[in-house]
């Protein structure tokens, strides 16, 4: 059975870091784009970002709103994904979720997401 | 960047009537290569992750009820559910990924009248 569990997120304040592990099992993550999407407390769906495979060369890309703050990155060896997020905002406060894609681009399985509050 | 916008925002449909959730993209999401295109809607309920319904826009997730259905080509396509059940209660989200960044629309709340 495929899963994904998310962890690290908390209680941050505002310009400080904060970094979300995504842990896959059930399936061989190396295979598979990873990508990190957001939900805002009572709002719709945000893509955040992605982590191709290896095969095609761990590209990553950015949504506009956190590119240069935060970097996807992966360790197929312990099927983790992770997302290191840096000088964080109050509007960066949601729900995260590690999701599994295929094609790149649509999610077929994603996990139960963890929530991360900036605020001071 | 393309713009996702679903219509309407809430929707209230009787048990065992037809619900159709619209998705409109800013621009085409077909890809001539392999004439696809790039769209897929999701359910989601209260406290849960989305849930893949379709992708390719017309294709079925392996599990998922013949009820669901998707259709459209280019830029307007459709999520219809042929005979709504009480556990299909949920906000519905249709998201391009022709191109990143890859979008959503806002969702659609779907209630029982």
């Known amino acids: 059975e495929v899963q994904l569990v998310e962890s690290g997120g908390g209680l941050v304040q505002p310009g400080r870091s904060l970094r979300l592990s995504c842990t896959g099992s059930?399936?061989?993550?190396?295979?598979?784009?990873m990508t990190w999407v957001r939900q805002a407390p009572g709002k719709g769906l945000e893509w955040v970002g992605l982590i191709k495979s290896k095969a095609y060369g761990e590209t990553t890309q950015y949504a506009a709103s956190v590119k240069g703050r935060f970097t996807i990155s992966r360790d197929d060896s312990k099927n983790i994904a992770y997302l290191q997020m840096n000088s964080l905002k109050t509007e960066d406060t949601a729900v995260y979720y590690c999701t599994r894609g295929r094609s790149w681009g649509y999610f077929d399985y994603w996990g139960q997401g963890t929530l991360v509050t900036v605020s001071s | 960047d393309i713009v996702m916008t679903q219509s309407p925002h809430s929707l209230s449909v009787s048990l065992g009537e037809r619900a159709t959730i619209n998705c409109k993209s800013s621009?085409?999401?077909?890809?001539?290569?392999?004439?696809?295109?790039?769209l897929a809607w999701y359910q989601q309920k209260p406290g849960q992750p989305p849930k893949l319904l379709i992708y390719?826009?017309?294709t079925r997730e392996s599990g998922v009820p013949d009820r669901f259905s998707g259709s459209g080509s280019e830029t307007d396509f459709t999520l219809t559910i042929s005979s709504l059940q009480a556990e299909d209660v949920a906000v519905y989200y249709c998201?391009?990924?022709?191109?990143?960044?890859?979008?959503f629309g806002q969702g659609t709340k779907l209630e029982i009248k």
């Open positions: 390719w826009a017309s």
């Open positions: 621009q085409s999401v077909l890809y001539s290569s392999n004439n696809q295109n790039y």
């Open positions: 059930g399936f061989t993550s190396g295979d598979y784009a």
């Open positions: 998201q391009q990924f022709y191109s990143t960044p890859y979008s």
